[in-house]
Each structure stands twice: as C-alpha cells, then as structure tokens.
C-alpha cells in the first residue's frame, strides 16, 4: 500500500505536465526524412526515459570491474574462513611439526 501511495505521488507531476503540454511537435532525423508528429510532452518525457536508461547503462558497464573483484574477495573469505575452521578443529596437541633446527 506504501509503494501504491508513493508511486501515485511521484506519477501525478508527469502526468500534469503531459495534461499540459499536449502540443504536437515534430521530430525528425537528420540525415533521412523522416518526420514523427508527437505530444510535446511524450517528446520530452521520452527523451528523459531515453537519458536515464542510457546512463544506467553506463553506470552498469563501469561497475563490472567493482562487482568482479567484490566476487574474486568474497571466495577468498570463504577460502580463508574455511581453512581457519580446519585449523580450529584440530585437537591443541597436534599442532604443526617445526622442522629440525640445524
């Protein structure tokens, strides 16, 4: 219900400003011809969405390297907890022969 009332609060400004901004606008790419007529408020709505996942993008690709060595450090902890459990469960007299002294 708190994400219903929260989600209602953060819509209800874009939905004002596409009621607002109804114009239409024609967008077209350069190099061709080609000519699309939309609401003003989809053209910058749109455009928005358009930045935000391209720089969500980007975030994601440069956090590859961060999430690889998070990983590569969480199997060393595993590694080294495990090895400290072994070494733990040994009785206290057995403990590592020291080679002889010369």
Same mark, same amino acid.
């Given at each position: 219900?708190?994400?219903?009332? +929260?989600? %209602? ?5 874009? /939905? +004002?400003? /596409?009621?607002?901004?109804? !114009?239409?606008? !024609?967008?077209? %790419? #350069? ?12 053209? %910058? ?14 975030? #994601?690709?440069? =956090?590859?390297? !961060?999430?690889?060595? /998070?990983?590569?450090? =969480? ?9 400290? =459990? =072994?070494? !733990? /469960? ?13």
């Amino acid at each position: 219900m708190l994400f219903l009332i +929260v989600s %209602i609060i953060l819509c209800l400004p874009f /939905a +004002v400003f /596409a009621l607002s901004n109804m !114009q239409v606008v !024609q967008l077209g %790419i #350069w190099p061709t011809d080609y000519v699309v007529s939309v609401p003003l408020s989809l053209a %910058i709505l749109g455009g928005m969405a358009a930045a935000f996942l391209v720089g969500g993008l980007v975030v #994601w690709v440069a =956090e590859l390297g !961060q999430r690889r060595r /998070a990983r590569k450090a =969480e199997r060393t902890v595993r590694l080294l907890e495990a090895k400290i =459990e =072994e070494l !733990q /469960a040994r009785p206290p007299g057995s403990a590592l022969a020291l080679p002889p002294a010369a």
